[in-house]
């Protein structure tokens, strides 16, 4: 009887911790030394401090993987422009034309914008799509570190990314998804400002976007 | 020693109710297949066995969660993970307004899938997947899966074709599912996970918008008795389908599912 209690005791404090550890992890401090071994850029990043505005979506406390495999938080991106796609490596229709588009973009800054910018693409297939995988599918494609971050996530993190910016995406086979074909373009805060939504529109809109988001 | 136990009996004692209370407002679901609406052929779905809750989350249950995270009280919740509608039947913060008493037992409508998933998280649960929920939403009174009875589609069509009333009656007010499980029609319409996998036409693959596939196969056809059998799930496919999760619908409430782990 007594044991009872004791274990009924302690289950009740772990609920309790549980609820409370979440609000806590929240102010955990991000490793800025994960950060600068990806983005030489990033130390200028850890400028832009305190919370989050309300519509920036670094407001998130979800856990990511780099293709290096370091963890990091969405908030680690602040400070820089974001150009984001979600895309699956193995995709063979839509997602190289959004690589393709992204590099077009790459391509139309001019040298000062392009500093200010990074281009995010964050996996929606975590099970295939690891770190590693992420690795090898930079390398093959030329994406480099000072412009280019790749995102390995948890199913429900990436669910949670996709409905803040409106991305829609399914499964339809072992292998395949259907999903939108959304570039995003975030501000320094996280903001949306723009989006690409269809794979027809020219990528042109989104460069003249980011020239006047760093002008302003 | 004796003192210190006390503490803890009494304590326990005021945890007792919602530490057992948990599992009773849930039912299990048994796994089994059903052929969602917009299936051509055999490609049924499988829903592994989980729990739901008996009732949606009501304004009262929602009450207890702001109280307890006050980031999701209205005048503090980040406007990219709420609209400004959400909650705005309540008087206030923590204040469920002039109709407290009548909203008490009343689903929580008015919020975004950001805060359902927010409720589910820190009890413990989450919110159930579309297949779950339309599964078990498939069935009638006395049958698992009564989506192709015309009498159980003619009684959501008639709600859906009603206006909301001002203020939404108490949950479980009607009889209980062929699972035990309340209200899935006829009082709210309910979020669930993966609202953002509706296409409503195809994007990154041509020809994969089920909506779309329905409208062809309607327009083919005429309208037969399969096309109205199916209507109600369309008409829940092509809401969900117009879904932002930031938005804060009047009618729209959600409830929670939970694995069920040995």
Known sequence: ?216 | MGRIRFILFVTLLCFWGSATAQPDDMTQIQSDTYMPFYSAGNDSVTVESFYMDKHAVTNGEFLEFVEANSKWQRSNVKSVFAEDGYLKHWGGNLDLGPNADKIRDSPVTNISWFAARAYAKWKGKRLPTLDEWEYVASAGKHKPLASRDPQFVQQILDWYSKPNPEVLPAVGQRGPNYHGIYDLHGLIWEWVQDFNTVFISGESRRDQGELKQFYCAAGSQGASDVDKENYAAFLRYAFRGSLEADYSVGNLGFRCAKDITN
């Not at chain 1, 971050?149 to 409905?163: F, K, P, R, S, V």
Request: proline content about 3%.
């Open chain 1, 1 to 216: 009887m007594k044991y009872t209690h004791y274990l009924l005791v302690l289950a009740i404090a772990g609920l309790l911790f549980g609820a409370c550890s979440n609000e806590s992890n929240k102010n955990t401090k991000k490793n800025s030394e994960e950060m600068s071994m990806d983005h030489s850029e990033h130390a200028k990043m850890d400028m832009a401090t305190g919370e989050p505005t309300g519509e920036s979506i670094y407001n998130v406390n979800s856990s990511w993987k780099t293709r290096h495999g370091h963890t990091v938080k969405l908030d680690s991106l602040r400070g820089k422009i974001q150009v984001v796609a979600m895309v699956y490596t193995s995709c063979e229709y839509a997602c190289p034309r959004i690589l393709t588009d992204m590099k077009r973009i790459r391509d139309g800054l001019p040298d000062k914008a392009l500093r200010q910018t990074n281009f995010l693409i964050v996996s929606i297939d975590p099970e295939r799509d690891t770190p590693g995988k992420l690795k090898q599918f930079a390398k093959g494609n030329d994406l480099d570190n000072n412009h280019w971050t790749l995102l390995h996530g948890q199913d429900g993190d990436i669910l949670e990314l996709a409905a803040l910016l409106g991305f829609k995406y399914k499964r339809i086979s072992e292998t395949d998804f259907t999903h939108s074909t959304l570039i995003t373009l975030l501000n320094q805060e996280g903001e949306i400002i723009y989006q690409r939504k269809k794979l027809s529109d020219k990528p042109n809109k989104v460069v003249e976007n980011i020239k006047q988001a760093v002008a302003e």
